[in-house]
């Protein structure tokens, strides 16, 4: 089965760029999802269409996409970004997936 | 305001069954397709199935195929999801979510999320 590839963790001091990879062959021909999860919350989106940001999500928020990786990008990174981040797309024959979650922590 | 409310989740035996529901509410439901993410206890997330805006295509993880239905009801403005022969494994918050569909286009993506309700599979 299709899977998408994410580190299981990424730290950053605040202030620093976070950047967070998500590998998957079908992902140069499938746009690429990133969901914010902070603890007992639902998802949020943060990018869409693998460098789209949603309203309401802060500009710090990027993504990129090259090959067969999309990247979330978190530009001066804040105390509040602190969360599980995941990415997900899909297989092209109507499957999607999501890739296992990388939990980012600000030192 | 997109609002999505699920309902349905409990406990139940393995072997059983639930019906799980999502009331949407806040949008023009009948134009976007809905999808079924489920979250282990401390796992992480796991898509479950997608309904096209119409029904007219739907789509289920491996993991479920064969036991659950996904079904909706654009007269209501709900989402459900039947699941049957309910395993250990399928015990997870399940969350009802939108799809991200713009310009009359949806993608393989979502944009809402509701909070979910937890299922319990245990005897």
């Known amino acids: 089965s299709y899977e998408l590839t994410q580190p299981p963790s990424v730290s950053v001091s605040p202030g620093q760029t976070a950047r967070i990879t998500c590998s998957g062959d079908?992902?140069?021909?499938?746009?690429g999802y990133w969901y914010q999860q902070k603890p007992g919350q639902a998802p949020v989106l943060v990018i869409y269409?693998?460098?789209e940001r949603p309203s309401g999500i802060p500009e710090r928020f990027s993504g990129s996409s090259s090959g067969t990786t999309v990247t979330l990008t978190i530009s001066g990174v804040q105390a509040e970004d602190e969360a599980d981040y995941y990415c997900?797309?899909?297989?092209?024959?109507?499957?999607?997936?999501f890739g296992g979650g990388t939990s980012l922590t600000v030192l | 305001e997109v609002q999505l409310l699920e309902s349905g989740g409990g406990l139940v035996k393995p072997g059983g069954s639930l019906r799980l529901s999502c009331a949407a509410s806040?949008?023009?439901?009948?134009?976007?397709?809905m999808t079924w993410v489920r979250q282990a206890p401390g796992k992480g997330l796991e898509w479950v199935s997608f309904?096209?805006?119409?029904?007219?295509?739907?789509y289920y993880a491996d993991s479920v195929k064969g036991r659950f239905t996904i079904s909706r009801d654009n007269a209501k403005n709900s989402l459900y999801l039947q699941m049957n022969s309910l395993r250990a494994e399928d015990t997870a918050v399940y969350y009802c979510?939108?799809?991200?569909?713009?310009?009359?286009?949806?993608?393989?993506?979502?944009?809402?999320w509701g909070q979910g309700t937890l299922v319990t599979v245990s005897s």
């Open positions: 979510a939108r799809g991200h569909c713009t310009g009359g286009t949806c993608y393989s993506g979502v944009d809402y």
């Open positions: 806040g949008f023009n439901f009948i134009t976007y397709s």
């Open positions: 309904i096209s805006s119409r029904s007219t295509q739907i």
């Open positions: 079908a992902l140069p021909r499938q746009y």
């Open positions: 269409k693998n460098s």
């Open positions: 997900q797309s899909a297989d092209g024959s109507g499957s999607w997936v």
